[in-house]
């Protein structure tokens, strides 16, 4: 997801300056009881279609109303949903999905038709839907040439081959495929529901969904309340009979809802609040791992970059620890892969730099300066460009401390808005930058592919033919041990040349009522109503 962090501080900052309604939204939500769930949601959704769809407020409300052909169970493992089993054919390249029985909240059959409608209506051009290059990412055989409106939406290579059977044909093998279907883009929508009443489809009189939840009731800017879905084959086994979402785009007014007894889960917390609310109410905060990684960007194409003990040794120089528990503090995790380690398909792999203490680390730092030639008489000249943001420049404060009190380094910190640090970074403008990378789905792939040497976000400008050798491997392997294998690799020689420097991985912070049962993290930072229960 690129530019991903970045986007989403612009986004609520922006979002702060919006003033919505923080009346009551019933007296259901003024005293949370039963099985009534209440969760605050940070935004309202821009839309309820699938494939219309593109922010985690709107994600999450669309994970209780749709089912894909898989899921996420509480350990995110893919488990079957609309699909209860799959082939593969032995190249790699064609997928059959036979779907389970089951009806939309209509009553009406659910079929391998609406798969097929739904992912041609997401790469039709007038859709215009704003994940339509997900599908040709993929690989989904001719989505590129449809997106591109060089061929027709019934081209795409996905074909309802009976009634409750779904295959699907890539131009290549894609080893983790089965990841990225339970984005909201995948998921089926019914064609006379959409077809009828065209882009109203979703208003509450109309909507048709084949998740867990339907949707019961939305009044714009103040809530959406979903009601447990009688037609879902679980059913039976939901524990929450209605979820609300409140739009609630102010932290510190969620944050004080939720202290009113109001709120069951909050979707942040309010900036600098963490310290003080870990002191009062410890147990009911709860960080969610993202997948996704803050670092600094060597120019390796620069001169004197170019070498990688120098850069290896102004990573090792900087104190994560620090810059996590004193700098932010806000439960961010000290990053020395740039994988997060609880990637989906990420080995266990600890880099040697990281076994080392603080004191050791600065030592090896100190001398692999000196292999590069630099010493207190001949001090390193750096600039680090970061884009507008009060915590960038606060990083690269202590950051340039540490350089400078650790090696001697002389830091110049240079600072640009967000478009035009975007541009000094593509034209090759910089020595180190500031960057962010949020990976698109849960695998590994997602992470460590922007290094290849031809990746639009390899902001490094990195180029290491083994590197590129072992990521198109890694695409194309089927077996999981073996590619995880691959990615032990790739993540090695990231830790060998050192082309950027991991500096913490993202959480988000969270307050959960005790009376939430079952809660879960997820390094997406969804979580699935369906999982929870109330405690009386």
């Known amino acids: 997801m690129s530019h991903g962090h970045s986007l989403r501080k612009s986004l609520c900052l922006l979002l702060l300056c919006i003033t919505v309604s923080l009346t009551s939204t019933g007296s259901v939500l003024a005293k949370l009881s039963g099985s009534h769930l209440v969760r ?7 839309s309820l279609d699938p494939q219309q769809i593109h922010s ?13 052909l898989v899921t996420r169970d509480r350990g995110w493992d893919i488990v079957p949903a609309q699909a209860s089993r799959w082939d593969v054919s032995h190249n790699g390249r064609v997928w059959t999905f036979h779907l389970r029985q089951s009806d939309w909240s209509n009553g009406t059959p659910v079929t391998a038709e609406d798969f097929v409608y739904a992912w041609q209506r997401a790469v039709d051009p007038k859709t215009a839907s704003p994940y339509a290059w997900y599908l040709e990412m993929l690989g989904i055989t001719h989505a590129g040439a449809i997106i591109r409106g060089e061929l027709p939406p019934s081209h795409l290579g996905v074909t309802a081959t009976s009634s409750d059977t779904l295959e699907v044909t890539l131009d290549r093998p894609l080893a983790w495929f089965l990841e990225t279907l339970t984005h909201p883009v995948m998921f089926p929508v019914p064609r006379k529901t959409v077809q009828l009443h065209g882009e109203n489809w979703i208003d509450k009189s109309n909507i048709v969904s084949n998740g867990s939840f339907t949707l019961s009731d939305w009044v714009v800017n103040e809530h959406i309340v979903l009601t447990a879905n009688k037609r879902h084959p679980a059913y039976k086994n939901l524990k929450i009979s209605q979820v609300s979402y409140l739009p609630l785009t102010s932290p510190s007014s969620e944050y004080h809802r939720y202290q009113a007894g109001e709120l069951d889960i909050t979707s942040g917390l309010p900036a600098n609040f963490y310290a003080h609310i870990k002191k009062k109410q410890a147990a009911e905060i709860q960080l969610s791992r993202l997948l996704g990684t803050e670092y600094y960007a060597f120019n390796t ?8 003990n120098l850069r290896k040794a102004l990573a090792y120089a900087i104190d994560r620890q620090i810059l996590t528990d004193k700098v932010l503090g806000e439960g961010q995790i000290p990053a020395y892969t ?10 266990d792999y600890t880099p040697n730099y990281q076994l080392m203490s603080s004191e050791e680390r600065l030592a090896a730092a100190r001398e692999l300066y000196r292999q590069a030639g630099y010493s207190s008489t001949n001090p390193l000249k750096v600039s680090i460009l970061y884009n507008t943001s009060e915590s960038r420049k606060k990083i690269a404060i202590a950051i340039a401390q540490m350089w400078k ?10 600072n640009q808005e967000w478009k035009a640090a975007i541009e000094s970074i593509k034209t090759g403008q910089f020595d180190l930058a500031r960057a962010s990378w949020i990976a698109d789905f849960d695998e590994a792939s997602s992470m460590l592919s922007i290094f290849a040497s031809d990746h639009s ?9 083994e590197y590129d050798r072992l990521m198109t491997t890694a695409l194309t392997t ?15 020689i990231l830790n060998q040349e050192m082309p950027v420097i991991p500096l913490y991985h993202y959480v988000t912070a969270r307050l959960v009522s ?16 369906r999982h929870l229960y109330l405690k009386q």
Do not use: C, W
């Not at 605050?40 to 821009?46: R, S, T």
């Not at 985690?56 to 894909?68: R, Y």
């Open 301 to 308: 194409r620069k001169a004197p970059f170019m070498e990688a």
């Open 457 to 465: 976000s390899n902001k490094a400008r990195f180029h290491y033919p």
């Open 40 to 46: 605050g949601n940070a935004a309202e959704p821009e």
């Open 56 to 68: 985690l407020p709107a994600i999450n409300i669309a994970n209780d109303l749709f089912d894909g």
């Open 405 to 414: 009190q650790g090696l001697g380094v002389d830091v110049e910190l240079v």
């Open 514 to 529: 005790p009376r939430v049962g079952n809660y879960y993290s997820s390094p997406q930072d969804q979580v699935y109503t």
């Open 478 to 492: 089927l077996d999981i041990h073996k590619r995880e294998k691959l990615y032990e690799k790739l993540e090695g």
């Open 338 to 347: 740039f994988t997060p380690p609880y990637t989906s398909s990420m080995p």
